[in-house]
């Protein structure tokens, strides 16, 4: 099945001072684990809250910023991926719109090198 993530219909996230945010889970993983999409309309933005588990969040369209606990702004763009630990605090945003791909799981060892 295609998936155009592009053009998802999901729910609102409007919770820690989100803006032009939609959510739409793809795929459950089982207890603590899922994987879902956010699409980020212009001037988007997902509020600085916890993780509830790791998370590897992955831009598949647009561009725009992130940063966790005490980092540093970053500029993220397609293709980079950025990893939050459980707990962590994080934050990201667009100016322009973009789609992320997020995969949620208790596996401590998310996006450690192999």
């Known amino acids: 099945m295609k998936l155009d993530l592009a053009n998802l219909t999901g729910v ?10 939609t959510y739409l889970r ?9 994987v879902g999409v956010i699409h980020l309309g212009p001037q988007g933005r997902v509020g600085l809250h916890p993780a509830p588990v ?6 598949a369209a ?5 940063h966790g606990e005490g980092e540093a702004v970053e500029r993220i763009g397609l ?3 950025v990893v939050w630990a459980s707990g ?8 322009g719109g973009m789609v992320l791909l997020i995969v949620e799981t208790d596996d401590p060892n998310l996006g450690a090198a192999h």
């Open 12 to 21: 609102t996230v409007d919770r820690f001072g989100s803006q032009a945010a």
């Open 26 to 34: 793809i795929a459950d993983m089982g207890p603590g684990g899922a």
């Open 54 to 59: 790791p998370q590897l969040m992955v831009v």
């Open 62 to 66: 647009g561009s725009g910023y992130a």
């Open 79 to 81: 293709g980079d991926a």
């Open 88 to 95: 962590e605090e994080h934050e990201t945003w667009t100016d």
